[in-house]
C-alpha cells in the first residue's frame, strides 16, 4: 500500500489521505471474493498470502530490495570455462550465435537492398570463383546470405580469403541505405 503521508502525496486533498485508492479497494475486493470462494470449495484452508511461496505478504514489514555487483559473484564462474585464442571449442564453452553467423546481429537489423545474386556480386565486386560457389549451393538472392554460418561456407569449400571478401562486401550492402 502507498505512503499516505502528506509529505509524500502533495496531489491529494487533506480529506482524501487514508483512503483506499479505487485500485487498491477493487484489488482487495477481488482477493477476498478469491479467499471466500476457496474456502466454500474446499475443506482444508486455504492459503494466505504471507505463507505461500512466490507471492507478497500481508505483514506490515519493510520490503528491502538488495543489488549486489557482477563482480561479486565472479570467484563462483568456472574458470576452466574461459575461451583461450586457438583452442578448439569444448561442450562446457558457450557459442556465440553472432560468431558462427556470416552477418552479425547489428546487421541483420540493416539488411541492404534485396538483390538477385548475380546482381549483387556484380554490384559489390566478388570474384567469380566465389559467386560460382555459392550460386552453385543454392544461394540465389541477396537476402539468403543472412543464414548463412561460416561452417556452412567452409563445408562448400569456401577459402579463408573469400570468407573475408564476403564479410566485407556484407558490411558494405547492410550499411548501402545509410549512405544512400
Given at each position: 500500500m502507498p505512503p499516505n503521508h502528506k509529505e509524500f502525496n502533495t496531489m491529494l486533498a487533506d480529506k482524501n489521505l487514508g483512503q483506499?485508492?479505487?485500485l487498491t479497494a477493487q484489488h482487495q475486493e477481488l482477493q477476498?471474493?478469491?479467499?471466500?470462494?476457496?474456502?466454500?470449495?474446499s475443506s482444508a484452508p486455504a492459503p494466505t498470502p504471507s505463507t505461500t511461496m512466490g507471492t507478497a505478504t500481508t505483514s506490515g514489514g519493510?520490503?528491502?530490495?538488495?543489488?549486489?555487483?557482477?563482480?561479486m559473484f565472479q570467484m563462483f564462474h568456472n574458470p576452466g570455462a574461459a575461451t583461450v585464442p586457438g583452442a578448439?571449442?569444448?561442450?562446457?564453452?558457450?557459442v556465440s550465435l553472432s560468431a558462427a553467423m556470416l552477418l552479425t546481429p547489428s546487421q541483420l537489423q540493416s539488411l541492404g537492398p534485396h538483390l538477385s545474386l548475380d546482381n549483387f556480386c556484380v554490384s559489390y565486386d566478388i570474384s567469380q570463383d566465389l559467386q560460382r560457389k555459392l550460386i552453385e549451393n543454392g544461394y540465389t538472392v541477396s537476402?539468403?546470405?543472412?543464414?548463412a554460418t561460416i561452417q556452412d561456407l567452409e563445408v562448400?569449400?569456401?577459402?579463408?580469403?573469400?570468407?573475408?571478401q564476403l564479410k566485407d562486401v556484407v558490411s558494405c550492402w547492410c550499411n548501402a541505405y545509410f549512405f544512400s
Amino acid at each position: 500500500m502507498p505512503p499516505n503521508h502528506k509529505e509524500f502525496n502533495t496531489m491529494l486533498a487533506d480529506k482524501n489521505l487514508g483512503q483506499l485508492t479505487l485500485l487498491t479497494a477493487q484489488h482487495q475486493e477481488l482477493q477476498e471474493q478469491a479467499h471466500m470462494k476457496q474456502t466454500q470449495n474446499s475443506s482444508a484452508p486455504a492459503p494466505t498470502p504471507s505463507t505461500t511461496m512466490g507471492t507478497a505478504t500481508t505483514s506490515g514489514g519493510p520490503i528491502i530490495n538488495v543489488n549486489f555487483p557482477a563482480k561479486m559473484f565472479q570467484m563462483f564462474h568456472n574458470p576452466g570455462a574461459a575461451t583461450v585464442p586457438g583452442a578448439p571449442l569444448t561442450q562446457t564453452q558457450p557459442v556465440s550465435l553472432s560468431a558462427a553467423m556470416l552477418l552479425t546481429p547489428s546487421q541483420l537489423q540493416s539488411l541492404g537492398p534485396h538483390l538477385s545474386l548475380d546482381n549483387f556480386c556484380v554490384s559489390y565486386d566478388i570474384s567469380q570463383d566465389l559467386q560460382r560457389k555459392l550460386i552453385e549451393n543454392g544461394y540465389t538472392v541477396s537476402h539468403s546470405l543472412r543464414f548463412a554460418t561460416i561452417q556452412d561456407l567452409e563445408v562448400i569449400s569456401v577459402l579463408c580469403g573469400e570468407i573475408s571478401q564476403l564479410k566485407d562486401v556484407v558490411s558494405c550492402w547492410c550499411n548501402a541505405y545509410f549512405f544512400s
